[in-house]
């Protein structure tokens, strides 16, 4: 899983398969944020789930939240090689103003 | 179109020397955000702003100064550049929405001192 200041975590898998990574975070959030970050590019924002829902759906894409344990997870199935990037979660609150707290981010290359 | 601009896009340095990095966004968002990506890292905030003549400190504001002269324009000045400071530097712009800040980063600026 990632966080905070943690080195970058590496998975890489077989195009078709699923996959799921993990994130933990220390204060409290109104919103777990996933970002995906492309070489080259800057990340972008690919979903992002409640502190009052437990899973969010987007495509190929699901989100779980689990407020109790302060950690969230992005699943994808069927990945595609395009699945390949650095994957982020991120969290803030309104008590820690505009800023977002990012995690230490998941590198995932999906082999075609 | 890209709403989110950085230039230069690379730029090398000598130690010492003063290298200034600009922003500008079409968003109009009232916040703006200087970080910093280091190989196998996360990314780590360095100043941010809220608005037009504001900058805040973020994690690790040492050896960096910011300015926000626009609502369009945040630039990251390296006073006294260092090898230490060889690194990816992205900006982002976001506003705080109902329950939350998605903020819309830049391509980066990869900058070496030498």
């Known amino acids: 899983s990632q966080w905070g200041e943690e080195n970058l975590q590496a998975l890489s898998i077989q195009e078709g398969e699923d996959v799921t990574m993990n994130c933990s975070y220390k204060?409290?959030?109104?919103?777990v944020q996933w970002y995906r970050q492309k070489s080259g590019k800057g990340p972008a924002l690919i979903i992002l789930i409640r502190s009052n829902e437990r899973e969010k759906r987007s495509g190929r894409l699901r989100a779980t939240l689990d407020t109790s344990s302060q950690s969230s997870s992005l699943s994808i199935t069927g990945t595609l090689a395009t699945d390949t990037a650095v994957y982020f979660c991120a969290t803030g609150n309104n008590n820690a103003g505009a800023k977002l707290t990012f995690g230490g981010g998941t590198r995932l290359t999906v082999r075609p | 179109e890209a709403a989110v601009t950085q230039s230069p896009r690379n730029k090398v340095a000598v130690t010492g020397g003063k290298v200034t990095l600009s922003c500008n966004q079409t968003n109009n968002h009232n916040n703006m955000y200087w970080y910093r990506q280091d190989t196998g890292h996360g990314l780590r905030l360095i100043h941010y702003s809220y608005g037009a003549g504001s900058t805040e400190k973020g994690d690790i504001p040492d050896g960096y100064k910011a300015s926000r002269p626009s609502q369009e324009n945040f630039s990251l000045i390296l006073e006294l550049a260092t090898p230490s400071q060889t690194s990816v530097y992205f900006c982002a712009s976001g506003d705080w929405g109902a329950d939350y800040a998605e903020q819309f980063f830049g391509p980066g600026t990869r900058l070496t001192v030498l």
């Open positions: 204060t409290y959030t109104t919103v």
